[in-house]
């Protein structure tokens, strides 16, 4: 957490924590269990948010093992656990809108995934579509195998030396990829050295810094007008993000003042579809809006895969039983090894699919619940009557955690996929989200994460290197420290 957000707290009027007996027992979720305080102020989710620099989903975890599966966690705002509430909240037929309260925190209200409004944000879906279809996922194939040839180069770099961060270097390869796939230019971060790439930190940074935006917007609205030397000198991880955006600036106005350019781009990009001469002027999105969308996508596009890929590797490499499975479907299929398998070949690998599904069950995606608000009128949501301008969430981690529907959960255990009843698996498999705002670029995931996994335990052997991380219950303990000091080394050894 910075020092800026902790003064602001330190400030917080002590009247903010005071309990108010009207809104314990009038308001019109008072029937509603959680904690008192929660019920009178947001500010108490906000100290596990900023000052437990995002520690509320473990916190909540507790109050759903203490109150059930519908609790209370601020003024207006109910989380539910369980696996009607989800499917009822996300629903394709849902009216819910998203909440402007988290979503105006990233700054990217001009984008497919700030947009509150559904209508605007079905337009912009709709022009984006085209590019993140399976079809255009198949024609760009090869931009992403590059990228991975890339990446399984740079890590057998390592070969005969010291031990190579596959942290950065999935996330490295990630942000290479999407980069490549949504503009045909790259920041090559799997060129930078130990792939310490100053832009790939500040997004990984950034990713807490959206806890303290939430709660003191002003705090951005005083950061963005600083002297660049002074914030870089306040939060050097800042000089990331001031040449990310210089670097997307510099691009969108190019393009704006010579449309003409794009003919002789590699492939579609964003802008084809963003800024395409068929549009009516006022579908034409602005520069922010545009801005936005490229930041979006870039942010999205990078740490969700790269998190789970390192995910995987993690739990396949501490299990000799399946690594050796999978090597040897991998090895039996893919005999040669410098021959090149597409995506539509390795997503037939049973076990490598099995494996894959495991890795993103626990990686989860999206951990934060994504908060709608009911509307436009009153809704019965899991048997319980919700009033309309209630904000309402139902986190993927209860899903995907849930020992009803996946056996001993915490379990890294592929084999689960290849049960009989597999299928109905799948129907609580919801890394990407659901409903009308569910991910847009789920058939580019799903093909990164073929070409990742498959290619790397193909190509490279790993032998994890001090993490001190025994089982996964260590693993739930203290990966997430692990993974905010971007340490997770290992060995490796190339494979004929």
Not at 239 to 254: M, V
């Amino acid at each position: 957490m910075s020092l800026l957000a902790l003064g602001a707290f330190c400030v917080l009027p002590a009247a903010l924590i005071v309990l108010s007996a009207e809104v314990l027992n009038r308001g019109p979720l008072k029937d509603i269990p959680g904690p008192r305080l929660a019920r009178c102020t947001r500010w108490y989710r906000a100290y596990f948010d900023v000052l437990c620099d995002g520690g509320f989903l473990k916190h909540l975890q507790g109050l759903h093992a203490r109150y059930g599966p519908v609790v209370q966690i601020g003024p207006k705002e109910v989380h539910f656990s369980d696996v009607a509430a989800f499917h009822s909240i996300y629903s394709s037929r849902s009216t819910f809108t998203k909440d402007p309260a988290l979503y105006n925190a990233f700054k990217q209200d001009l984008s497919s995934f700030g947009f509150v409004d559904p209508h605007k944000a079905k337009q912009r879906r709709d022009l984006l579509g085209p590019l993140f279809s399976r079809r255009a996922t198949l024609d760009l194939e090869c931009t992403i195998q590059e990228k991975v040839d890339k990446l399984v180069s740079r890590i057998l770099s390592y070969e005969n030396g010291g031990p190579c961060n596959l942290f950065m270097a999935f996330r490295s390869a990630t942000l290479d990829i999407i980069t490549s796939y949504c503009f045909a230019q790259s920041f090559d971060a799997l060129d930078h050295p130990n792939f310490h790439h100053p832009i790939l930190s500040a997004i990984l940074s950034g990713v807490t810094a959206i806890w303290t935006f939430k709660y003191f917007p002003s705090l951005y609205f005083i950061a963005d007008r600083m002297p660049g030397w002074l914030i870089h000198r306040i939060l050097p991880v800042s000089k990331g993000y001031t040449d990310l955006f210089a670097f997307l600036s510099r691009h969108i106005d190019s393009i704006i003042a010579d449309p003409s350019q794009l003919d002789t781009a590699d492939h579609q990009t964003i802008y084809h579809h963003l800024l395409h001469p068929n549009l009516a002027k006022h579908d034409v999105p602005s520069r922010k809006s545009l801005l936005d969308e490229s930041l979006t996508l870039l942010g999205a596009g990078s740490e969700t895969v790269g998190n789970v890929v390192t995910t995987g590797v993690f739990h396949v490499t501490r299990d000799e039983r399946i690594s050796r499975t999978l090597r040897a479907e991998l090895d039996q299929e893919w005999p040669d090894v410098h021959a090149r398998m597409n995506y539509q070949a390795l997503e037939k690998l049973p076990y490598l699919t099995a494996v894959i599904k495991e890795s993103v069950r626990l990686a989860h995606g999206v951990v934060t619940p994504i908060p709608r608000v009911v509307g436009p009128s009153d809704a019965f949501i899991a048997g319980v009557h919700i009033p309309a301008g209630t904000v309402v969430s139902s986190g993927i981690t209860f899903i995907h955690e849930n020992p009803d529907i996946f056996e001993d959960p915490q379990k890294f255990w592929p084999e689960r996929w290849l049960k009989k009843d597999g299928i109905s698996n799948d129907n609580f498999f919801v890394p990407f989200s659901k409903g009308p705002r569910m991910c847009l670029g789920v058939n580019l995931a799903w093909c990164e994460l073929y070409l990742l996994f498959g290619n790397t335990f193909r190509k490279v052997d790993f032998r994890i290197h001090e993490t001190g991380l025994e089982d996964f219950s260590d693993f739930q303990e203290h990966w997430l420290p692990v993974f905010r000091r971007r340490q997770f080394q290992a060995f490796v050894k190339g494979r004929g």
